[in-house]
């Protein structure tokens, strides 16, 4: 959506298939870190975004029996958005469709379900696909973009198999009710022993965000979601079956245990259909394109909730093939070297990511899902050298700079 949008601005005649009938579906991220909410500054969109009901983070610490260890502040940078911004992605979606709409170029076609790729000549040429009755459809394009997403049907269709760069990480994905006394839910001041979170995200007006607990063999991370809150439990790989064959009740109450005062709220799971179970992996192609054909986003480089910055990489995706392709496209000579350009100016901060999440999901993570890795009383004492850099100027903002940014700024050329 953002891709279209960016070429839409630059004249590009774009048409958009997208395979559901609308845009509300349960989505996994709603984050939009500072670099993105500078892109969209740029385009005029900052201030309808903020109209939204949201949330604010403004950076993750550990809780010690020493208080709050800031791992990264966003509000040290120099950026007009010191926050990761959590906003429904319908709404999101939804403010992107608006605008692009303005453009006359600009075409959006729901229940579009893509079928086949048009090749002739060693090149793809467009797409074939099925409509909102069924019936099969054929568009052509001098550039087909996959932006489909880590179960990529056009990455299949082009026969690229994406190369598995760690171990999938495992989790259940549901909502808990609001309820009238939750003011307090997020009150480190009254968490003890077993209620005692391990890590927060800072929000606004001083209280956590999200809270991340750990459990006998799982992690529980809360997240504020404005109406709700979202929940990610976190389990040891390969053992859903085991999870789900000891049902609902029994989950229910190892949260309970963990986070008491969270029993009110887990009365309102009853059936495991509640559940969304994911399994992710991180992975990624080794081309992204071919003659007539580029991916962008998780179907060409998976992220995991362990990065929690597939959005953001994505939409910079988006903003680096814009300023590549744009003018290329208007004057049609856009060819595989600029193709490979785009995925030379994008693998090498994807790659970054994906190096470090991995390593943390391997030796962080995963040892804390540990049989009996749960210790009360909050996070173990960082390593000297760590709580050195943290509280070093200059080097304790490198941490938030590259959550926050990455290795360089993208900006939408006009």
Same mark, same amino acid.
């Given at each position: 959506?953002?891709?279209?949008?960016?070429?839409?601005?630059?004249?590009?005649? &774009?048409?958009?298939?997208?395979?559901?009938?609308?845009?509300?579906?349960?989505?996994?991220?709603?984050?939009?870190?500072?670099?993105?909410?500078?892109?969209?500054?740029?385009?005029?969109?900052?201030?309808?975004?903020?109209?939204?009901?949201?949330?604010?983070?403004?950076?993750?610490?550990?809780?010690?029996?020493?208080?709050? &260890?800031?791992?990264?502040? $966003?509000?040290?940078?120099?950026?007009?958005?010191?926050?990761?911004?959590?906003?429904?992605?319908?709404?999101?979606?939804? &403010?992107?469709?608006?605008?692009?709409?303005? =453009?006359? @170029?600009?075409?959006?076609?729901?229940?579009?379900?893509?079928?086949?790729?048009?090749?002739?000549?060693?090149?793809?040429?467009?797409?074939?696909?099925?409509?909102?009755?069924?019936?099969?459809?054929?568009?052509? %394009?001098?550039?087909?973009?996959?932006?489909?997403?880590?179960?990529?049907?056009?990455?299949?269709?082009?026969? $690229?198999?994406?190369?598995?760069?760690?171990?999938?990480?495992?989790?259940? +994905? $549901?909502?808990?009710?609001?309820?009238?006394?939750?003011? !307090?839910?997020?009150?480190?001041?009254?968490?003890?022993?077993?209620?005692?979170?391990?890590?927060?995200?800072?929000?606004?007006?001083?209280?956590?965000?999200?809270?991340?607990?750990?459990?006998?063999?799982?992690?529980?991370?809360?997240?504020?979601?404005?109406?709700? +809150?979202? /929940?990610? =439990?976190?389990?040891?790989?390969?053992?859903?079956?085991?999870?789900?064959?000891?049902?609902?009740?029994?989950?229910?109450? !190892?949260?309970?245990?963990?986070?008491?005062?969270? !029993?009110?709220?887990?009365?309102?799971?009853?059936? +495991?259909?509640?559940?969304?179970?994911?399994?992710?992996?991180?992975?990624?192609?080794?081309?992204?394109?071919?003659?007539?054909?580029?991916?962008?986003?998780?179907?060409?480089?998976?992220?995991?909730?362990?990065?929690?910055?597939?959005?953001?990489?994505?939409?910079?995706?988006?903003?680096?093939?814009? @300023?590549?392709?744009?003018?290329?496209?208007?004057?049609?000579? &856009?060819?595989?070297?600029?193709?490979?350009?785009?995925?030379?100016?994008?693998? +090498?901060?994807?790659?970054?990511?994906?190096?470090?999440?991995?390593? @943390?999901?391997?030796?962080?993570?995963?040892? %804390?899902?540990?049989?009996?890795?749960?210790?009360?009383?909050?996070?173990?004492?960082?390593?000297?050298?760590?709580?050195? $850099?943290? @509280?070093?100027?200059?080097?304790?903002?490198?941490?938030?700079?590259?959550?926050? /940014?990455?290795?360089?700024?993208?900006?939408?050329?006009?």
């Amino acid at each position: 959506m953002m891709l279209a949008l960016l070429l839409a601005r630059r004249g590009v005649p &774009v048409t958009l298939l997208e395979a559901h009938a609308d845009f509300e579906r349960e989505f996994r991220g709603d984050t939009l870190h500072p670099i993105i909410l500078e892109v969209l500054d740029q385009i005029g969109l900052a201030d309808r975004l903020h109209a939204l009901p949201h949330v604010k983070w403004f950076g993750p610490s550990l809780v010690t029996d020493d208080g709050l &260890v800031t791992l990264a502040d $966003f509000r040290r940078l120099r950026t007009k958005f010191p926050y990761i911004m959590l906003v429904p992605q319908e709404r999101f979606l939804e &403010v992107l469709a608006a605008e692009a709409a303005r =453009y006359p @170029n600009f075409t959006l076609t729901m229940r579009a379900r893509v079928d086949a790729l048009i090749e002739e000549d060693g090149a793809v040429r467009g797409v074939r696909y099925r409509d909102a009755t069924g019936a099969m459809q054929e568009i052509r %394009a001098d550039l087909t973009i996959g932006a489909d997403g880590r179960f990529s049907k056009v990455r299949q269709l082009a026969g $690229f198999e994406p190369v598995p760069l760690s171990d999938p990480m495992e989790l259940l +994905w $549901f909502r808990l009710p609001r309820r009238a006394e939750d003011a !307090s839910l997020f009150d480190l001041d009254t968490a003890a022993g077993a209620a005692r979170p391990f890590a927060i995200m800072r929000g606004e007006r001083g209280r956590p965000a999200v809270l991340v607990h750990r459990g006998d063999g799982f992690i529980l991370g809360v997240i504020d979601r404005v109406d709700h +809150w979202q /929940v990610a =439990y976190i389990f040891q790989s390969g053992s859903y079956q085991e999870l789900k064959a000891a049902g609902i009740t029994a989950l229910t109450q !190892s949260i309970a245990a963990r986070v008491p005062r969270l !029993s009110p709220h887990l009365a309102a799971l009853t059936d +495991w259909r509640q559940l969304s179970p994911l399994s992710v992996a991180f992975s990624r192609c080794a081309r992204w394109y071919k003659p007539g054909l580029l991916l962008i986003g998780d179907a060409a480089h998976v992220m995991t909730p362990a990065a929690g910055a597939g959005i953001k990489y994505a939409i910079e995706d988006a903003v680096e093939a814009a @300023n590549l392709l744009a003018r290329p496209l208007l004057e049609k000579r &856009v060819d595989v070297e600029l193709l490979a350009k785009v995925q030379r100016r994008r693998e +090498w901060p994807t790659r970054m990511i994906q190096t470090i999440a991995a390593f @943390n999901q391997a030796n962080v993570l995963m040892p %804390a899902l540990a049989p009996g890795a749960a210790r009360d009383g909050g996070a173990p004492r960082l390593p000297l050298l760590a709580r050195l $850099f943290l @509280n070093t100027p200059g080097l304790r903002n490198l941490p938030a700079r590259f959550i926050a /940014v990455g290795i360089r700024r993208v900006r939408v050329e006009e």
